[in-house]
């Protein structure tokens, strides 16, 4: 596994429209097959209802490394919406809407989000992980 581009998520990550990625085991070839799937959109959708039964199948998962997870990077944010326009001492500074400012460093997975023109008036700085994570908070802070 790419240490540095993935991760593996733990149990309280994973709400409806989790994006993640999938695998059963190696396949013929002795190669790992990932598959991107979104948690309440698939395959997974029969287990939702029953939460103790989807709980134990996700943590089965998890602790066979079964499934992990993109970090946060720059095509997560373009999805988003965002468009680059620096990039300086390994940020990502995107311009997100017009409005607002966005910007991420990967090393650290730190996140700034302050109106255009005025970096003085922070909407957010904390720490993102995933891109399920920043949809939720664009979405927290009105920006989509």
Known sequence: MENNKYYIPTLEEFCIGFEFEITND??????????????GTGIDTHIICSQEYWQQYIEDYINKKYIRVKYLDQQDIEECGGKRYNDVNETIDMNHIGRFTLTYIPRTKNM?????????????????KNKTELKKLLKQLNIV
């Open 26 to 39: 190696e396949d013929e070839t002795n190669e790992t097959s990932w598959f991107k799937t979104i948690f």
């Open 112 to 128: 700034h989000i302050c109106y255009s023109g005025d970096s003085n008036i922070i909407k957010f700085n904390g720490t993102i």
